[in-house]
C-alpha cells in the first residue's frame, strides 16, 4: 500500500468512525425520549390505547432509525467526492397514504435545492450509485457491482477556487477503498481512460474480441 493510498484510508476510517459515533450519540437520544415516552403511557388505564401509541411510536423510531442511517452514509460519501462542497444529504419522507414516497434533497452550505436541479460535477450519477451500494450494505447482497458507462457523467476536470479537482478520481479512489475495506468486486464497463489506472485488471474490447490490457 502506497503512501497516499494508506492516508486515504484512515481518513475514511477516521470519517466512518466519527460518522458512527454520531449515529450512536443519536440513538442514545432517541432512546432516552422513547423510555420517557412510554413511562408517560404506563399509568393510562386503557391498555388497547397504550399498545396502539407504543406501536406507533415503534414504527416511527424504526422509520426514522433507517432514514438516519441512509442520510449518514450519503453524506459521508458525498463528502469523500466532493471535499471542496458544504454537501450533505437530507430525506424527507412525504406521507400521502396513496403514493408514499422518500424525496432525496441536497444541502449544500445550508441551503436546501431539489436533487433534480443539481447535477454539477454528475451528483446525480454518484449518488445513483451510492445508493446502490447502500442497498448491497442493508441487504448482504453478494457485493458484485457491475457499472456500465455509470461515471461518465461524473467531471474529471473541475474548477473550484481556482484549484482544479477530478470528482472522478475521487469516485475512483471511494470505490478502491470500498475494494479493500468492504470486500467489493467492481466491473466498469468504460471510455475513460483514467479508471485504468485503479484497475486491477484491465480488458479490452477489440473488434468484437475481449483480450487483457498488458
Avoid at 425520549?33 to 404506563?42: A, I, S, T
Avoid at 390505547?49 to 432514514?67: D, F, G, H, P, R
Avoid at 484491465?202 to 473488434?207: A, C, D, L, N, P
Wanted: proline share 1%; with cysteine; aromatic share 10%.
Amino acid at each position: 500500500m502506497t503512501k497516499s493510498e494508506l492516508l486515504a484510508s484512515i481518513k475514511y476510517k477516521k470519517a466512518e468512525y466519527e460518522i458512527k459515533l454520531d449515529s450512536l450519540s443519536k440513538g442514545l437520544l432517541n432512546k432516552q425520549k422513547m423510555q420517557m415516552e412510554l413511562d408517560r403511557l404506563v399509568p393510562l388505564k386503557d391498555d388497547n390505547t397504550n399498545i396502539s401509541y407504543a406501536c406507533k411510536l415503534l414504527l416511527e423510531k424504526l422509520v426514522n432509525t433507517s432514514k438516519s442511517q441512509l442520510e449518514n452514509f450519503l453524506t459521508f460519501a458525498i463528502n469523500q467526492i466532493f471535499p471542496n462542497r458544504e454537501y450533505s444529504i437530507e430525506l424527507i419522507l412525504k406521507k400521502d397514504s396513496k403514493q408514499p414516497a422518500l424525496e432525496l434533497t441536497l444541502v449544500e452550505s445550508g441551503v436546501k435545492q431539489n436533487i433534480k436541479d443539481s447535477v454539477g460535477g454528475g451528483i446525480l450519477h454518484t449518488l445513483g450509485l451510492l445508493l446502490q451500494i447502500y442497498y448491497i450494505e442493508v441487504y448482504k447482497l453478494n457485493k458484485v457491482m457491475f457499472i456500465d458507462e455509470g461515471l461518465k457523467a461524473v467531471s474529471s476536470n473541475s474548477t473550484f477556487d481556482g484549484k482544479g479537482i477530478s470528482y472522478l478520481e475521487n469516485v475512483l479512489n471511494f470505490l478502491k477503498y470500498l475494494s479493500k475495506e468492504r470486500g467489493y468486486t467492481f466491473v466498469l464497463v468504460t471510455h475513460e481512460d483514467k479508471v485504468r489506472e485503479y484497475a486491477d485488471k484491465t480488458y479490452i474490447v477489440e473488434r468484437g474480441k475481449v483480450k487483457l490490457w498488458e
